[in-house]
């Protein structure tokens, strides 16, 4: 297992590189002078110049390259011209709130989307089935940062219960925490239930109907134990290969979501760089969220091979 | 055409009329509805500059935050523009980029994906390529392009495209290898029929399906990632109100005037349902083996 | 001169009892009978052959004995009863303490009938363990005693593999250990060497046999194989689309089969490996159960038929000790 950890963790090198190399271009995307578009109208030809030296624009190409990924291997990503303050420190400053949301709409989802699938593939063709199935398109369907606002509208401004915005860090204040990112959490799962709650609901139909299913009833064994136990441990299989997606999903969506909620997380960080012109920090900021990606699908990947055993032998 | 071509291929002909597929699309549940809900909405946005009641921009201040009512379904906005007018001409421009989008999907798409599929030489630089992209999240990767190339819609379309042109990509390579191997193409590579030839009428026309079937998909995923981008501000200008653009110009007024925020999400939601379940019926008809991918 | 047909029972009551069984399914809207008036017993110890072509109905059968029908099937009518209670009036919770521990059962697809997910030790000592008061420790124990028993080597150290590490024949080894772990007085074994190469088939069959001696226990083993029958059966229940066509111990239904459907499927049998499925002496195929043909069901496709075949179901009539066919014709046929 460690070393077919290890074997991941460097098959993961040429692809980071690569990745980083697209974070590096998306600065040469913007058209004519970045240092002007940067700087804004009101900038003096001086501070143009300014930015022009800090970013090393004025550098050839290949200067700017080594220098990129000289200071990458260092963690260095650059300095915020907005924040004037360097982007990894304000990234790892933030990074905490955003996983933290993460990872309260990763176990909603998960929750969420595994009790639906695995009642309407067990009330199959019913009633039942159809209400979850229904659920589940409008869940991929609705802009999560509307549904964001739709539920401002309804939990703050009419009903009064929530607020519509901040942030509690959950260790320090557990109920702040629930009041402030539940909201945020809910737009962000709403996507990936559906999605999670489609291939349950799918998967599950397939094993029940599996001969292995049959052969634990014919065991003698209780349905409870056979859909919990037998039924369960295969469906989480495709469940856990898609909690990569759905980690991607969250990320991306915690820009906008994070926003509108004024959450101080890396996605608010990201949203306010996008309107600046902050170019360092959305670069950096891209670049830090794919190699957390990255990493977490590492673990996802050794989950994996943790829960079906046939992956575990083969490699 | 060879011997070999007319004995191997026995179901080509029966996949190319469109008759039997056709019916059993129509006897598809979630195919009719999502062809209705998403009809619905192209046939309005299309004839937005004739049925609006106002021109989308013409202000009229007397009339500024009128709730919905009889005289403005949809009510009208902080400037007293009717919300009608810019609900149906907001849509216009959002199946616009969409349509684009899923037309660069299917160009680059398939090119991409039939060369990766078909030359074994071209798929390991092509599919790196195309894994360091997906790397990254799709409306990040989007986010980051459309932010470094500046406001507009071209910059909307063309980010979208980077995004979802290895995705759909990857499909057409998956299905181009497939068929690759089948005995009828075989049996034409060895009736001595070119590279071309193969490609364009062996393989390209057993792929149709699943392509379909993605740029379906991708057409939802573009309406929905155009609201995002639009609503941070790296869409369309706001004298062309996308639906993205409309809730963001909503959201300023959530508190009193919520009505701006519902309607543009309502529309965004149905055509993306529409779009969704017209997928799932094609899917469902045309390729039962493929999956979901976002 | 014909026996009564209750001599049997009188003297012991028999293990298993199925009588005037209906399953019907339901499909599309319609209700078609898959198993139709459905009788046989079956004595403790004694091995009874059910033979058939895919679709007779003898699967459907033994799961409806099992009580594991799909959810579009149901018993319409009918008894089964085991050790002299109806399993068909059991509670759901009585009959699930009977599966796995007083009736087991092995199926035809051994690579996909075990749970890939988990040992096949894990799998084994579950089904211990929910039937009887051991631990688990206990339970390990019986479980590498009994993958010995069916023949697996070094027993104890395959017992944390994973079913993908064994082949189908090891595979349907560890299905009848699993299956045998409670000494059950019934087996059902449905199709048990049909997906497995012909050697180890003969392995499976010696080793079933064996088994059924060790442990004292009645089997019904289903197959489509008439060399399976031969070798295995102590006596035999030919089905033909849902219907039991003629019931006989092994030999008289071999050397004088009464019934015309048997007597097709013996001529089609050349050698005794042969497969019932590809039925070559019988013109025609198995009527849809959807729209069975009115009268005897073989009568479309019988050689000797006569215009009463078609009016009534022909009723199973005794043509000798303990021999009896659906069959208007088979007290002539016999003679």
Not at chain 1, 5 to 25: N, T
Not at chain 1, 60 to 71: E, G, R, T
Not at chain 2, 224 to 232: I, K, P, T
Not at chain 3, 94 to 122: A, H
């Amino acid at each position: 297992m460690a070393r077919y950890a290890l074997k991941r963790l460097v098959q993961m090198i040429p692809l980071l590189l690569a990745v980083s190399l697209i974070a590096f271009a998306l600065i040469k995307l913007v058209p004519g002078d970045p240092a002007v578009v940067m700087g804004g109208s009101n900038a003096t030809p001086a501070e143009i110049e300014a930015i022009r030296r800090n970013l090393g624009l004025d550098r050839p190409l290949h200067v700017q390259l080594f220098s990129f990924y000289a200071a990458l291997f260092q963690g260095d990503l650059g300095r915020s011209l907005l924040l004037g303050q360097p982007v990894t420190e304000a990234l790892l400053e933030r990074a905490p709130v955003t996983l933290w949301i993460a990872f309260y709409s990763l176990v909603l989802t998960i929750v969420l989307g595994m009790a639906t699938g695995i009642v309407a593939a067990l009330r199959h063709n019913t009633i039942v089935d159809q209400l979850v199935s229904v659920f589940a398109l409008l869940g991929v369907s609705i802009p999560n940062f509307w549904l964001g606002l739709m539920m401002i509208v309804l939990f703050s401004v009419h009903l009064g219960w929530l607020p519509t915005s901040g942030y509690a860090d959950p260790l320090a204040d557990p109920v702040g925490f629930l009041r402030t990112a539940t909201m945020p959490a809910v737009a962000l799962a709403m996507l990936q239930t559906g999605l999670l709650t489609r291939i349950v609901r799918s998967t599950m139909l397939d094993v029940l109907g599996q001969d292995y299913i049959r052969t634990a009833r014919a065991k003698g064994l209780p349905e409870a134990r056979v859909v919990l136990r037998h039924a369960l441990a295969n469906v989480m299989i495709p469940v856990i290969t898609m909690i990569g997606l759905i980690l991607s999903v969250l990320l991306s969506g915690s820009i906008i979501v994070e926003t509108i909620f004024s959450v101080p997380g890396i996605g608010s960080l990201l949203g306010n760089a996008i309107l600046r012109r902050d170019y360092p920090m959305i670069q950096g900021g891209l670049l830090f969220v794919a190699a957390t990606l990255m990493l977490l699908n590492l673990v996802v990947d050794l989950l994996y091979a943790a829960f079906d055993p046939r992956v575990r032998v083969d490699r | 055409m060879s011997a070999a071509d007319l004995a191997g291929r026995p179901g080509l002909l029966a996949r190319l009329t469109p008759g039997p597929a056709v019916r059993r699309l129509l006897r598809n549940r979630a195919f009719v509805a999502g062809l209705l809900l998403f009809g619905t909405v192209a046939i309005l946005a299309l004839l937005a500059p004739w049925i609006s009641p106002t021109d989308p921009n013409r202000m009229a201040v007397r009339f500024r935050f009128r709730e919905p009512s009889w005289d403005f379904p949809f009510g009208t906005d902080n400037l007293g523009r009717n919300m009608v007018s810019r609900v149906l001409w907001g849509g216009r421009l959002s199946l616009e980029i969409g349509l684009w989008v899923v037309m660069l999907n299917a160009v680059f798409g398939v090119v991409l994906g039939a060369a990766a599929g078909y030359f074994r030489r071209l798929d390991g630089p092509l599919m790196r390529i195309a894994d360091a992209l997906m790397a990254f999240p799709a409306v990040l990767l989007a986010i980051g392009i459309a932010a470094a190339l500046g406001p507009s819609v071209a910059t909307v379309v063309i980010a979208l495209s980077v995004v979802y042109v290895p995705r759909t990509a990857r499909v057409l390579r998956a299905s181009v290898m497939v068929v690759r191997e089948q005995d009828y193409v075989q049996a034409a590579r060895a009736a001595g029929a070119g590279d071309g030839r193969i490609l364009f009428r062996h393989i390209l026309p057993n792929c149709m399906a699943p392509l379909i079937v993605q740029l379906s998909f991708v057409f939802a995923y573009a309406i929905l990632s155009e609201a995002v981008l639009s609503f941070l501000g790296l869409g369309a200008a706001p004298t062309t109100p996308s639906w993205g653009i409309l809730i963001a110009e909503g959201r300023s007024y959530i508190r009193e005037a919520a009505w701006l925020t519902v309607v543009p999400g309502v529309a965004i939601a149905t055509t993306v349902l529409g779009l969704n379940l017209l997928g799932d019926g094609l899917r469902d008809v045309l390729d039962p083996r493929l999956k979901v991918d976002a | 001169m014909t026996p009564p047909l209750l001599s049997a029972p009188l003297l012991s009551a028999p293990l298993l009892s199925v009588r005037d069984l209906t399953v019907t399914f339901r499909a599309e809207g319609r209700t078609q009978a898959a198993v139709d008036r459905v009788g046989f017993d079956v004595a403790a110890g004694e091995v009874l052959g059910i033979v058939g072509e895919s679709g007779s109905g003898k699967s459907v059968t033994a799961l409806a004995v099992m009580g594991l029908l799909p959810a579009n099937g149901r018993v319409a009518s009918g008894e089964i009863l085991f050790e002299g209670t109806d399993l068909l009036r059991l509670p759901a919770r009585k009959m699930r303490d009977l599966r796995g521990r007083r009736i087991g059962m092995i199926f035809q697809e051994p690579m996909t009938s075990l749970n890939p997910v988990f040992t096949i030790g894990d799998q084994i000592v579950e089904t211990i363990v929910h039937h009887e008061r051991l631990g688990r420790r206990a339970a390990r124990e019986r479980a590498v005693d009994m993958l010995a028993r069916v023949g697996i080597p070094s027993a104890r150290r395959r017992l944390d593999d994973y079913p993908h590490q064994m082949s189908g024949g090891m595979r349907q080894r560890v299905m009848i250990a699993m299956a045998l772990a409670c000494s059950p007085r019934l087996l059902l074994a449905d199709e048990p060497t049909t997906a497995l190469d012909v050697t180890i088939q003969a392995q499976l069959l010696d080793l079933l046999n064996d088994l059924r001696r060790e442990f004292g226990m009645a089997v019904v083993v289903i197959t489509h194989n008439m060399g399976v029958i031969a070798e295995f059966a102590d006596r035999v229940a030919v089905f033909y689309a849902g219907r039991v066509a003629e019931e006989a111990p092994v030999e008289p239904l071999f050397d004088r089969p009464a019934h015309p459907y048997t007597r097709g499927l013996l001529a089609s049998t050349p050698r005794l490996d042969a497969d019932a499925e590809r039925l070559v002496t019988i013109p025609g195929a198995m009527p849809n159960i959807a729209a069975p043909p009115p009268g005897c069901r073989f009568a479309p496709r019988c050689g000797v038929k006569v215009e009463a075949c078609e009016a009534d179901r022909p009723p199973l009539v005794a043509v000798g000790d303990g021999h009896r066919a659906a069959c208007i014709r088979a007290g002539e046929a016999a003679a």
